[in-house]
């Protein structure tokens, strides 16, 4: 009996969990306070203007910041003290695709298979996934810049990370692109998601919750249904 | 938080008084040197200053060290003070030597004398410090950079003396060794006198500066609880921590 | 949840050698740059010095300057493409020892240190040195790869420091140079003998000593420190 209340425990515990994360660039506070529990499995949408501190929430789960105060938990382990333990079960998509750019799309992905330890087979099977096996051998300054986001998307996923932080991932793709990494980075991965985007209905649709910031506050955070116009008007304002 | 003030003001009385002794000492008792005659006793001021240095160059790494260990910002700003006198102080080493090889030997600057040599290139490397810290703009980097510069030149500063003595074919015939080994009895005193004033003098500007820095932290940070964050003017770019 | 996928530190240095050497060779952007003006310099040597042959001490220092300078080229590029093109961020996303990047980056530099040897030091035989390298080569190459290790250590610290810092161009060479100078004083004094005329071909032991003293000294200091240089 006592093991199945164990398991049923774990089954609960939240991807993410945060409580009054505080983070500077020098004296200046750019995450004020917040806190958000996000549940294993669902998209967490983080909706604010340019500078509101979504980049920065990110790069905080992503173990790329430390945090400055306040409590911060991915999978249980805390940050950044187990950030060691976290980092191979995240995959980070950004601005910046972090691919060589003298070097084709299957070197660096095998570079990135080399760094997490996942057998190179897995390599031309995403490669596969998002049409780019033919391409692949041309070095990544000579692609467009939406392939070079479906190489992006590769590098991201390799892994197959459980908890998935996308900062604006179909910013260059047009929606046939989009398809194709859907099932890498969309709903059906699988895997927890953290999503920020311009769009607020494109992000709204994907989400399970929404947490708006403003100037690095936590403004609401609620599930979509929730939001309605003025609030995202008062958002962006 | 440290209130580096307490004991500032006897501690500046005890600099002030051992510093005039130590002068008294250096003109009215000790003797005059056989071969170098007045010149010499320039020896009192330049070597406690040269130690005196070394010391917080080595002290400077060691308080470096505890920033990395601890990431407390208070250890980056006492390793920062400690560099930044030592280099002010090893300024006045350079400046003295000259004096007293010029006087001594006829030249401004001599390479045979590799105490000399290595504290300059000990003064090249630190010297690099605030270049550093002022080309990092994030305060928390700047912090971590800084400090593990200082740890790395803190050790540097040893192996550096073994190289340069090791590279010295013969030792300029000097009066006098760097550590006092060979001292007659009456300049023994005088010395170790003096050398204790322009520690104690470290001692006290290195606290003076900490309680200037202290406070101005205190009264930015007590403005920012009063007024909120964007009331208080946001720092010039600066290779001080503060 | 500690993956046991994820490689050790060894491995993970190696995969970060082998993309640096591809990155290199793909360019060809670092070690020919390095290699002319190792060249270039001999030239003006020639001329600054005013002599067509040279040798002993005067031989020794002027090597040792060369190769320095020539180094510097590299130590100065080491980092660029991790800070330009992400390498930075995509590394320490990893579930990897942090450490590896510094033994990966000292190892590709130790490298690169070596092919511009390989080119610079018969050059030099043939452009300036007066006595025959031959005999004396092994002696040479002993200081010089003793004096390639104090390079790449604290040219890859130097270098992971300058990377994050405005002046980047400027902080490596001055923060660089006056912590090599007892590596390079040992280099310098330790050919000395070597390229004489008359001398034996072996590097005096107390020089010898000194350097592996430094390599030694320094490499464990930079091991300690360096996953300071990369936290955010």
């Known amino acids: 009996m006592s093991w199945r209340r164990c398991s049923t425990r774990v089954d609960q515990l939240p991807a993410i969990e945060l409580r009054g994360l505080v983070r500077r660039f020098g004296e200046r506070a750019v995450l004020r306070e917040v806190s958000v529990t996000v549940p294993a499995g669902a998209t967490l949408a983080v909706l604010g203007r340019n500078g509101a501190g979504k980049s920065t929430l990110l790069r905080i789960l992503a173990t790329l910041l430390r945090p400055h105060a306040g409590e911060v938990r991915v999978f249980g382990e805390a940050l950044p003290r187990r950030a060691f333990a976290v980092r191979a079960h995240l995959g980070l998509l950004g601005h910046d695709p972090l691919l060589y750019r003298d070097l084709s799309g299957r070197e660096n992905l095998g570079y990135h298979a080399r760094l997490y330890g996942v057998a190179p087979r897995r390599v031309e099977d995403v490669l596969d996934a998002v049409a780019m096996r033919e391409r692949g051998d041309e070095p990544v300054r000579l692609l467009s810049r939406g392939m070079v986001q479906r190489l992006a998307v590769c590098r991201a996923v390799l892994h197959r990370p459980r908890l998935l932080l996308l900062d604006e991932p179909l910013a260059n793709l047009d929606p046939a692109a989009g398809g194709l990494v859907a099932p890498l980075i969309g709903r059906s991965s699988g895997a927890t998601r953290v999503l920020t985007s311009h769009d607020p209905a494109a992000a709204l649709a994907e989400a399970d919750l929404v947490l708006g910031l403003q100037d690095g506050r936590a403004a609401f955070v609620c599930p979509p249904a929730g939001v309605d116009q003025p609030m995202l008007e008062q958002l962006y304002a | 938080m440290t209130t580096y003030g307490r004991g500032l003001r006897g501690l500046a009385i005890a600099t002030v008084v051992t510093i005039t002794v130590a002068l008294a000492l250096v003109f009215f008792y000790a003797p005059l040197?056989?071969?170098q005659g007045f010149v010499q006793k320039i020896f009192y001021l330049h070597v406690p200053l040269a130690i005196t240095a070394l010391c917080g160059f080595v002290f400077g790494g060691a308080l470096g060290a505890m920033y990395l260990r601890t990431g407390e910002a208070r250890w980056d700003i006492r390793s920062y003070v400690a560099i930044h006198l030592a280099l002010i102080f090893g300024v006045g080493v350079l400046l003295t030597g000259a004096i007293w090889a010029k006087a001594s030997w006829g030249h401004w600057w001599i390479w045979s004398d590799p105490t000399l040599t290595s504290f300059l290139i000990v003064m090249l490397l630190f010297a690099t410090y605030q270049p550093l810290r002022f080309s990092i703009e994030d305060r928390d980097r700047q912090s971590r950079y800084a400090s593990v510069f200082a740890v790395v030149a803190g050790a540097f500063v040893p192996l550096n003396f073994i190289a340069v003595r090791a590279a010295q074919a013969y030792v300029h015939p000097r009066v006098l060794t760097l550590a006092g080994g060979n001292l007659p009895g009456s300049m023994r005193l005088v010395f170790v006198v003096s050398l204790l004033g322009i520690a104690l003098l470290y001692v006290t500007l290195w606290k003076y500066e900490m309680a200037a820095k202290n406070t101005r932290m205190q009264v930015r940070a007590l403005r920012r609880a009063l007024l909120g964050d964007d009331a208080v003017s946001s720092l010039k770019r600066s290779a001080a921590p503060s | 949840?500690?993956?046991?996928?994820?490689?050790?530190?060894?491995?993970?240095?190696?995969?970060?050698?082998?993309?640096?050497?591809?990155?290199?060779?793909?360019?060809?952007?670092?070690?020919?740059?390095?290699?002319?003006?190792?060249l270039v310099t001999f030239v003006i040597f020639h001329f600054?010095?005013?002599?067509?042959t040279i040798d002993g001490q005067l031989a020794a220092g002027v090597l040792t300057a060369t190769l320095l300078f020539a180094a510097m080229l590299g130590i100065n590029r080491l980092f660029v493409a991790e800070r330009e093109q992400g390498g930075f961020d995509a590394f320490l996303l990893a579930p990897v020892d942090r450490t590896a990047l510094l033994v990966a980056k000292a190892l590709a530099l130790l490298v690169f240190l070596a092919v511009l040897e390989l080119i610079a030091v018969p050059a030099f035989g043939l452009l300036l040195l007066g006595p025959p390298l031959g005999s004396r080569l092994p002696g040479l190459v002993a200081v010089l790869a003793l004096g390639d290790v104090a390079l790449a250590v604290i040219g890859t610290l130097v270098s992971a420091i300058a990377v994050h810092t405005r002046a980047r161009d400027l902080i490596g060479p001055i923060v660089g140079l006056p912590l090599l100078l007892p590596a390079l004083i040992a280099v310098a004094r330790g050919a000395g003998p070597v390229l004489a005329v008359h001398g034996s071909g072996a590097p005096p032991g107390r020089w010898v000593a000194i350097l592996a003293l430094y390599d030694v000294v320094f490499a464990l200091l930079s091991y300690a420190v360096f996953d300071f240089l990369l936290e955010d």
């Open chain 2, 33 to 35: 040197d056989a071969d």
């Open chain 3, 1 to 38: 949840m500690r993956d046991e996928r994820a490689p050790g530190m060894w491995r993970t240095a190696l995969a970060v050698l082998r993309k640096d050497l591809l990155l290199e060779l793909r360019g060809l952007e670092t070690v020919p740059a390095m290699i002319l003006f190792a």
């Open chain 3, 48 to 52: 600054g010095l005013g002599r067509d």
